[in-house]
């Protein structure tokens, strides 16, 4: 069982940054692939970013691709988010989820683990 929990999440000005962290509990971090979504109100969950369980491989989807950036310390059981040059419109829930195995999937249905969520919020 891996147990997610999300941080640095806040309000943060348009062209902002802001770097989002999540820590996985359990000794079985290395086995999982790690991925990034995002819900706003009133919309589906929405892929952001996913990096494969050695950090050699990373996706984006096309809203955030060459602005945010996702790795990984498999020493410290923790995955990250930077996101540089926030727009109004990545104001959302951002959840990180785990998928065990080599590959990562950029929809929701194949990560099995989920944190609560943290939020984030960037003003006009």
């Known amino acids: 069982q891996v147990q997610l929990v999300e941080s640095g999440g806040g309000l943060v000005q348009a062209g902002g940054s802001l770097r989002l962290s999540c820590a996985a509990s359990?000794?079985?971090?290395?086995?999982?692939?790690m991925g990034w979504f995002r819900q706003a109100p009133g919309k589906d969950r929405e892929f952001a970013a996913a990096?494969?369980?050695?950090?050699?491989?990373?996706y984006y989807g096309d809203s955030v691709k060459g602005r945010f950036t996702i790795s990984r310390d498999n020493a410290k059981n923790t995955v990250y988010l930077q996101m540089n040059s926030l727009k109004p419109e990545d104001t959302a829930v951002y959840y990180c989820?785990?998928?065990?195995?080599?590959?990562?999937?950029?929809?929701?249905?194949?990560?099995?683990?989920w944190g609560q969520g943290t939020q984030v919020t960037v003003s006009p």
């Open positions: 990096i494969t369980w050695s950090g050699g491989n990373t």
């Open positions: 359990g000794r079985s971090f290395r086995s999982y692939g």
């Open positions: 989820a785990a998928e065990r195995g080599i590959v990562v999937h950029t929809t929701t249905g194949p990560y099995e683990h």
